[in-house]
């Protein structure tokens, strides 16, 4: 895919640019000569006879033949978010000939101010395979040479009123294989767009197009993106199609297992998202933002729930309430938290086995790998998605998680059985697992049966040159305390300080509706723990990420979904930058790493085992994969 198509996008536009990824910049139609790229002035001819269109009303529906309609108030709006800081112009460049190559050189002649539309199209193709393409309406700025040729017809025809189409649609480019070039059409009330994309499609859609992009969408949103299921149903049937025709049992290599088991993964994936997609009824996202915050709202249906993945979803979420009982036992003092109230037993038959890492079993040996399964186990979402989880400024940020199970104490227990079974001593490898984790004695006053970790190396043993906040981060440790019906996990300086501490004070009050699993309400650092980075990174500048999944039962097993999120754009602007700062600095202590092993290698090659060392112990992340019913 092109770089500057492929940045972070919203969803709807990612999906977009996905399906241009292979195509190839292409020339503007011949016979229609560039305007020079700097600022224009209108012309007679943009307030010419000719008649714009007739735009069929709102044009929210999206026509038949998509597979996601894509609406947006301006280009700019949607640029700041992909390329934060370019020109616009240069942006404009870059992105939009990878989305449309038609375009070819005009895409510095587009309005970054005015609306856009797109649809993602499915085209014809060989074999009965139908490639997945993308047409758009482009806005050209006032003055443009493109729009006066059209409607002087040098270079171009008219194919209805107000729409004009090049007079040859031959492919344009190196060896014929780029796409035609754009069409021209008027926009009301006034200004000119470029149709860009298959000819057949703007043969189908061109009054949609201009009804599209002659308005901006509802609440001059930035992004709307409407998904057409029963499109959508057609190409995963085309696509499970294709898939079972490679089987390895069918084509004679059933003999490979590797080969079976990559193929049997894949299917079983294709299949899980073929349920969703069959059930699934409407789904619609809205992106706005202001000058303080973006706002996201997405709503989706089941219209009933045929597959087991559908199931699944709608049992997890609708008639569950986000645990606003587990969020009460909090201090008032919390200033970030998520409560979740899914019952994550629904996905119990579809969720794949816990993936071992090979790797840490060649290094650090089979119990080390059982301990960290039963710490997922134990604080996943696969063993309760009935948590909470709150986050404090205090000892450099504090983050407690109430999770709740059936017996807290057997559950401790377990994963302290394993803990304590792997062994202390280093590895073949040159690994010791005591590098990785230890169990410390718990300090006094916290209850019975809990139990105290470090999930990093030891502090003692870092180099006198690591950074401050570095050694910070190894001091702190993990408390792990039962209490009736939950286990409470507290990750501080001082964990037992702050279990202390919780029994004083007024308590967090949360209030949530009866239909809503899930309730946000996160700063900026609380954002980053849970997104996996260390407690106590960033910082809180900006107001919280504000969310909720609201649900109501559809039909006899069909479910309703709406997301409500905003964001505050210096909120996420610090969590942007945070993560862009570790990822530069996981790459970095990789590389360390990496060198250090070489280098440990080659002293075990010279003198026999030595000792070994490894970054810190993360808490896991959930592992939600689906697999249908019955599988390995």
Same mark, same amino acid.
């Given at each position: 895919?092109?770089?500057?198509?492929?940045?972070?996008?919203?969803?709807?536009?990612?999906?977009?640019?996905?399906?241009?990824?292979?195509?190839?910049?292409?020339?503007?139609?011949?016979?229609?000569?560039?305007?020079?790229?700097?600022?224009?002035?209108?012309?007679?001819?943009?307030?010419?006879?000719?008649?714009?269109?007739?735009?069929?009303?709102?044009?929210?529906?999206?026509?038949?033949?998509?597979?996601?309609?894509?609406?947006?108030?301006?280009?700019?709006?949607?640029?700041?978010?992909?390329?934060?800081?370019?020109?616009?112009?240069?942006?404009?460049?870059?992105?939009?000939?990878?989305?449309?190559?038609?375009?070819?050189?005009?895409?510095?002649?587009?309005?970054?101010?005015?609306?856009?539309?797109?649809?993602?199209?499915?085209?014809?193709?060989?074999?009965?395979?139908?490639?997945?393409?993308?047409?758009?309406?482009?806005?050209?700025?006032?003055?443009?040479?493109?729009?006066?040729?059209?409607?002087?017809?040098?270079?171009?025809?008219?194919?209805?009123?107000?729409?004009?189409?090049?007079?040859?649609?031959?492919?344009?480019?190196?060896?014929?294989?780029?796409?035609?070039?754009?069409?021209?059409?008027?926009?009301?009330?006034?200004?000119?767009?470029?149709?860009?994309?298959?000819?057949?499609?703007?043969?189908?859609?061109?009054?949609?197009?201009?009804?599209?992009?002659?308005?901006?969408?509802?609440?001059?949103?930035?992004?709307?993106?409407?998904?057409?299921?029963?499109?959508?149903?057609?190409?995963?049937?085309?696509?499970?199609?294709?898939?079972?025709?490679?089987?390895?049992?069918?084509?004679?290599?059933?003999?490979?297992?590797?080969?079976?088991?990559?193929?049997?993964?894949?299917?079983?994936?294709?299949?899980?998202?073929?349920? /969703?997609?069959?059930? /699934?009824?409407?789904?619609?996202?809205?992106?706005?933002?202001?000058?303080?915050?973006?706002?996201?709202?997405?709503?989706?249906?089941?219209?009933?729930?045929?597959?087991?993945?559908?199931?699944?979803?709608?049992?997890?979420?609708?008639?569950?309430?986000?645990?606003?009982?587990? /969020?009460?036992?909090?201090?008032?003092?919390?200033?970030?938290?998520?409560?979740?109230?899914?019952?994550?037993?629904?996905?119990?038959?579809?969720?794949?086995?816990?993936?071992?890492?090979?790797?840490?079993?060649?290094?650090?040996?089979?119990?080390?790998?059982?301990?960290?399964? &039963?710490?997922?186990?134990?604080?996943?979402?696969?063993?309760?998605?009935?948590?909470?989880?709150?986050?404090?400024?205090?000892?450099?940020?504090?983050?407690?998680?109430?999770?709740?199970?059936?017996?807290?104490?057997?559950?401790?227990?377990?994963?302290?059985?394993?803990?304590?079974?792997?062994?202390?001593?280093?590895?073949?490898?040159?690994?010791?697992?005591?590098?990785?984790?230890?169990?410390?004695?718990?300090?006094?006053?916290?209850?019975?049966?809990?139990?105290?970790?470090?999930?990093?190396?030891?502090?003692?043993?870092?180099?006198?040159?690591?950074?401050?906040?570095?050694?910070?981060?190894?001091?702190? &440790?993990?408390?792990?305390?039962?209490?009736?019906?939950?286990?409470?996990?507290?990750?501080?300086?001082?964990?037992?300080?702050?279990?202390?501490?919780?029994?004083?004070?007024?308590?967090?009050?949360?209030?949530?509706?009866?239909?809503?699993?899930?309730?946000?309400?996160?700063?900026?650092?609380?954002?980053? &723990?849970?997104?996996?980075?260390?407690?106590?990174?960033?910082?809180?500048?900006?107001?919280?990420?504000?969310?909720?999944?609201?649900?109501?039962?559809?039909?006899?097993?069909?479910?309703?979904?709406?997301?409500?999120?905003?964001?505050?754009?210096?909120?996420?602007?610090?969590?942007?930058?945070?993560?862009?700062?570790?990822?530069?600095?996981?790459?970095?202590?990789?590389?360390?790493?990496?060198?250090?092993?070489?280098?440990?290698?080659?002293?075990?090659?010279?003198?026999?085992?030595?000792?070994?060392?490894?970054?810190?112990?993360?808490?896991?992340?959930?592992?939600?994969?689906?697999?249908?019913?019955?599988?390995?």
């Amino acid at each position: 895919m092109k770089k500057a198509a492929s940045v972070s996008l919203t969803l709807a536009l990612a999906l977009v640019a996905a399906a241009s990824c292979n195509k190839n910049n292409n020339p503007a139609p011949s016979g229609a000569a560039r305007a020079d790229a700097g600022a224009a002035t209108p012309t007679a001819g943009d307030a010419g006879a000719a008649p714009a269109p007739s735009t069929q009303g709102p044009s929210e529906a999206v026509p038949a033949n998509a597979l996601v309609g894509l609406r947006g108030g301006s280009l700019r709006k949607v640029l700041n978010l992909i390329a934060p800081g370019a020109p616009t112009r240069l942006a404009l460049g870059q992105v939009i000939p990878g989305i449309t190559p038609g375009v070819g050189e005009h895409g510095v002649d587009l309005d970054p101010d005015a609306p856009f539309a797109a649809l993602m199209v499915t085209g014809q193709g060989a074999n009965g395979r139908a490639p997945i393409t993308v047409a758009a309406a482009w806005p050209l700025r006032p003055g443009m040479s493109l729009a006066q040729d059209a409607q002087a017809l040098r270079g171009y025809r008219q194919a209805s009123p107000g729409v004009y189409r090049p007079t040859s649609d031959a492919p344009q480019g190196d060896g014929g294989v780029a796409a035609p070039p754009c069409w021209v059409a008027r926009r009301a009330p006034v200004g000119w767009v470029l149709l860009c994309g298959p000819t057949e499609v703007l043969e189908r859609n061109a009054t949609w197009f201009v009804a599209a992009a002659s308005q901006a969408p509802e609440g001059d949103a930035v992004l709307d993106a409407t998904l057409r299921a029963e499109r959508v149903r057609a190409v995963f049937a085309q696509q499970i199609e294709a898939l079972e025709a490679q089987d390895p049992r069918r084509t004679g290599q059933g003999a490979e297992r590797a080969r079976v088991e990559a193929y049997d993964e894949a299917h079983r994936s294709a299949l899980n998202t073929k349920q /969703l997609v069959d059930d /699934l009824s409407l789904l619609h996202l809205r992106l706005t933002v202001d000058e303080n915050a973006y706002h996201i709202r997405g709503e989706g249906e089941f219209a009933r729930a045929t597959g087991a993945s559908t199931r699944a979803i709608v049992g997890t979420a609708v008639g569950h309430r986000a645990a606003v009982d587990l /969020l009460a036992q909090l201090p008032a003092t919390v200033n970030s938290y998520f409560a979740a109230g899914l019952d994550m037993s629904a996905f119990a038959p579809l969720l794949s086995p816990p993936e071992e890492d090979p790797r840490a079993r060649q290094m650090l040996g089979p119990e080390f790998v059982r301990f960290q399964q &039963s710490l997922n186990e134990t604080t996943g979402f696969r063993r309760s998605g009935e948590r909470a989880m709150g986050f404090l400024a205090e000892d450099g940020g504090t983050k407690i998680e109430l999770i709740r199970v059936a017996d807290p104490a057997a559950a401790i227990t377990a994963l302290r059985n394993a803990a304590v079974a792997v062994p202390r001593t280093p590895r073949p490898s040159g690994m010791n697992p005591a590098d990785q984790f230890a169990v410390l004695p718990n300090p006094p006053g916290v209850p019975a049966g809990t139990l105290r970790m470090r999930l990093g190396p030891d502090p003692a043993r870092l180099p006198p040159n690591v950074p401050a906040e570095v050694r910070r981060m190894y001091q702190r &440790s993990v408390l792990v305390v039962p209490q009736e019906g939950f286990i409470m996990l507290i990750d501080a300086a001082d964990p037992a300080a702050r279990f202390r501490a919780l029994s004083q004070g007024p308590r967090l009050a949360v209030t949530a509706n009866e239909n809503q699993p899930l309730l946000v309400h996160l700063t900026a650092a609380g954002v980053l &723990s849970m997104l996996g980075a260390p407690a106590g990174t960033g910082t809180n500048n900006g107001d919280p990420v504000e969310g909720t999944l609201t649900t109501r039962r559809v039909g006899d097993n069909g479910g309703h979904f709406d997301l409500s999120l905003d964001a505050p754009i210096v909120t996420v602007n610090n969590v942007r930058d945070t993560v862009a700062a570790l990822q530069a600095q996981a790459m970095e202590q990789a590389q360390r790493q990496r060198q250090a092993m070489q280098q440990a290698q080659q002293a075990q090659r010279r003198a026999g085992p030595g000792g070994g060392g490894g970054g810190p112990l993360r808490l896991p992340e959930p592992n939600v994969q689906l697999q249908p019913p019955g599988g390995p």
